[in-house]
């Protein structure tokens, strides 16, 4: 046997008593109930290991110690898995069986009644039996093993460094188990090579469970590598809760701490991580030692960031406190920082909000930097027919001005900019980019800026307004001026009454007979006139009102041109020609076609020549009546104006000026129409057009 | 006495009817023309004390006559139905001595020929 496997025994068996001493201290400090176990395991091993050395040494004669350190070895597994348990629980059945096979081992050990020799000549159930706790044993740990590389693949850096190198020391173990069980005593530097690793795995284990400072920073580095290159990104996101998560996020990771929170100054939690909200008040309650409370001074006060530690969080020593004090004095910054923004936010919310309101406006808004636009609303730029841009380039809004009144408007902005007393309110107007002119009211105000004088301006167009008020005035101006036509014709025929009357009351006695008769004519004839304009006047303000009263109907043209022919024959020296070849019948009023058919006949007599025509004829748009005369035809200059009302021919001097207003109107009212249209050489030819019946 | 002489001038036979048979009840000799034409016509062969002048005449207007009477031409009293300031305003400036709105009672026509008339006598 080589001597100097020995003293590694002793080393190894008193290595593995200082880890599980370790251990076991801790768990007693920590209340740590999964740390004990492991403490109690290594201490199996660490007496199994002392107890190789003194097997030697105490020669052969102890026979219980063979089955004893098996035993022990058996033991030592399940206590591992139970670590296991501890931290990531197994499945019910699959312990059940662990413990069934370990009980089950047990007995079978002790009857198996193993040689303890340096170099023991086994049977083959012996050999057996020893291999099977082998490979329950590495069952054990190996899954342990495997379980705790695997779960260390989502953590922090820092958990990750601590959960692998656990594994690692305990896939050593395995591997120290294996070796060990399927050696000979003849393989003797094969055996050494396995004490030694054996060997290694102590300290590996110990700093899994007791990292020194050194470690738990390198296994930090990592973490602060990533959280510097990411620090702008998390910490200083402008929405106030994405700080808090950011924060609680890269502090547990730092630490390795398996869920965290974050509490504003007024007791809010603006972020927690794998908590729930009772789980955070339960937390804030409880004066638990697994939670890390750091104070986070800021300017609503102080909040704490709080961090919850995880069966895997290494040892947490003042280096963890300090830095997480660190971190969150920059977290509180990022939070300041967070609420500035926000405050800025709101106040440029305000403004632009403030801007879309002014962009709304049916009323153009607009800035001005010494005639360069600074600023101008929708509407604006909709008045205007330019494109925001096109108006920003031009060197000065007065080059929209009308030509004829930029000068005006030139002087009164120096007046303005010099304090002179000018109306704040003008009437104006702008050339529209189409060509046209916009009328606009304008509202100017001078406000003071940090970059100096700006204009505001309050642009209406007034355009459509102004039409309006045009048409009115027109409006106005035709009817004052119907109103005025209407009392001077009415007025020549009362001052033939009034002369008359007053001629004959005063001196009937001294008139003659036949002047007598002549007064009396003349007043028959004036008031004969005046009924007959003021039955006129009121035609036509009915008509043009368009509450004339018409009872349409089916008429038949030729009666009434026959019954108008009847009432108003032709005078002797006019022959009047009739040609309605068929029996046309109209949609009409027929009195009031009587009225058309005897205005424009009674005019072709008085107007006309020697011989007036009526003639019908069908088109395609309706029935086309003529009445044509061989006179001399409408003045050229009356023409345009000759169904106005108070248009009238110099020589008829018995009208009111009304008919052929009110004719053009009446067949309007009916759906027709009344055109003139001269005839060559002479004559004149008045149309009317009228609907069909059918 | 000679009778004094007035010129009507309108195109109205109901207005001149009235005229004349007011102004012959007061001793005047009334002429009488229809249209401008007429009247300035009329103007060349005699020489009437007073012209009665409407202005609204077929062929040339009343202010047309106005403006084409002679320089010592008798006083001119406008007849006129028009009442807007404007005529009015316009014939005076054009050398008429009084403008009357129809309609107006004969009594009033008669005063202000008399006082024209003795005015200029």
């Known amino acids: 046997m080589d001597t100097a496997a020995h003293p590694l025994e002793i080393a190894l068996g008193i290595a593995f008593l200082l880890l599980s001493a370790v251990c076991l201290a801790k768990a007693h400090r920590q209340d740590d109930r999964a740390l004990s176990l492991a403490g109690w395991a290594f201490a199996t091993i660490g007496v199994l290991m002392t107890l190789t050395f003194f097997g030697p040494v105490t020669d052969y004669r102890y026979s219980f110690l063979g089955p004893f350190s098996l035993l022990l070895f058996l033991w030592s597994g399940y206590l591992l898995l139970l670590f296991r348990h501890s931290l990531l629980p197994l499945g019910p059945s699959f312990r059940a069986a662990a413990l069934g096979v370990t009980l089950a081992l047990t007995p079978l050990i002790v009857v198996a009644d193993l040689p303890y020799t340096d170099d023991p000549r086994l049977s083959g159930v012996q050999f057996a039996l020893v291999m099977a706790i082998a490979l329950l044993w590495s069952i054990f740990v190996g899954g342990t093993a495997r379980t705790f590389w695997r779960e260390a693949r989502d953590r922090p850096s820092v958990q990750r460094a601590r959960l692998r190198m656990l594994s690692t020391g305990f896939i050593g173990l395995v591997v120290v188990a294996l070796t060990w069980a399927g050696t000979s005593g003849d393989q003797s530097t094969l055996l050494l090579g396995v004490k030694l690793l054996a060997l290694g795995m102590v300290p590996l284990l110990y700093v899994s469970f007791a990292a020194p400072l050194w470690l738990r920073r390198a296994w930090r580095d990592k973490e602060e590598t990533s959280l510097f290159a990411a620090r702008d990104l998390v910490l200083f996101h402008p929405e106030i809760r994405s700080v808090a998560e950011h924060a609680v996020h890269w502090a547990q990771r730092l630490v390795g701490a398996d869920a965290g929170f974050l509490i504003s100054a007024q007791g809010d939690v603006l972020a927690a991580d794998r908590l729930d909200a009772a789980d955070v008040d339960r937390f804030r309650l409880e004066d638990s030692r697994s939670v890390i409370e750091v104070p986070l001074e800021y300017g609503e006060g102080t909040g704490s960031l709080v961090l919850v530690t995880g069966p895997f969080t290494p040892l947490f020593g003042s280096d963890e406190v300090e830095r997480l004090e660190a971190f969150g004095s920059i977290v509180a910054v990022a939070l300041d920082r967070v609420r500035l923004i926000m405050a800025l936010g709101h106040e440029n919310e305000r403004y632009e909000r403030l801007l879309q309101a002014v962009s709304d406006l049916d009323e153009g808004v607009v800035v001005t930097d010494q005639g360069r636009l600074v600023y101008a609303n929708d509407a604006y730029v909709r008045m205007t027919g330019y494109t925001l841009d096109e108006l920003m380039a031009l060197p000065s809004l007065l080059e929209l001005s009308l030509p004829e009144e930029r000068e005006q408007i030139t002087e009164r902005l120096r007046l303005r900019l010099a304090g002179g007393d000018v109306e704040d309110h003008y009437e104006a107007g702008l050339m529209h980019k189409a060509g046209h002119r916009v009328d606009t009211e304008s509202a100017v105000k001078l406000i003071q800026t940090d970059e100096g004088v700006r204009i505001v301006s309050v642009i209406r167009d007034v355009t459509e307004r102004k039409r309006h008020e045009r048409q009115l005035r027109e409006l106005d101006a035709t009817k004052s001026e119907f109103i005025s036509n209407a009392a001077h014709e009415l007025r020549t025929p009362l001052t033939a009454i009034v002369g008359l009357a007053a001629t004959l009351a005063d001196s009937r006695d001294l008139l003659e007979e036949k002047d007598v008769n002549a007064c009396i004519e003349g007043l028959d004839r004036g008031a004969k006139r005046l009924a007959l304009l003021v039955n006129r006047l009121l035609d036509f303000t009915q008509l043009d009102t368009g509450r004339l009263q018409l009872d349409l109907q089916a008429v038949s043209l030729a009666e009434i041109a026959e019954q108008v022919l009847e009432a108003n024959p032709a005078p002797e020296d006019v022959e009047v020609r009739i040609e309605i070849s068929d029996n046309f019948i109209v949609w009409a009023d027929p009195v009031r076609l009587d009225q058309i058919l005897t205005n424009l006949i009674s005019n072709a007599y008085r107007h006309g020549g020697h011989e007036v025509r009526i003639h019908a004829e069908r088109d395609d748009d309706g029935v086309l009546v003529d009445i044509d005369d061989d006179g001399p035809g409408v003045p050229e200059a009356l023409i345009d104006s000759l169904f106005h009302p108070f248009v009238r021919g110099s020589a008829d001097q018995q009208g009111a000026g009304l008919g052929l207003a009110i004719v053009r109107r009446l067949a309007e009212a009916f759906g027709g129409r009344v055109t003139y249209h001269p005839v060559r050489p002479h004559g004149a030819r008045f149309r009317v057009r009228l609907r069909p019946a059918a | ?121």
Not at chain 2, 15 to 24: F, Q
């Open chain 2, 1 to 121: 006495m000679t009778p004094k002489t007035v010129l009507v001038v309108d195109d109205e036979p109901d207005i001149v009817l009235t005229v004349r048979l007011a102004l012959e009840l007061e001793g005047y000799r009334v002429l009488t023309a229809g249209s401008g034409e007429d009247a300035l016509e009329r103007l060349e062969r005699e020489r009437p004390d007073i012209i009665l002048l409407d202005l609204r005449l077929p062929g040339i207007d009343g202010f047309a006559v106005l403006e084409r009477l002679a320089q010592n031409t008798p006083p001119v009293i406008v007849l006129s139905a028009h009442a807007s300031g404007g005529a009015m305003q316009r014939a005076l400036e054009m050398g008429c001595r009084e403008f009357i709105t129809k309609p107006f009672h004969p009594e009033q026509l008669v005063d202000k020929i008399e006082a024209i008339l003795q005015g200029r006598g």
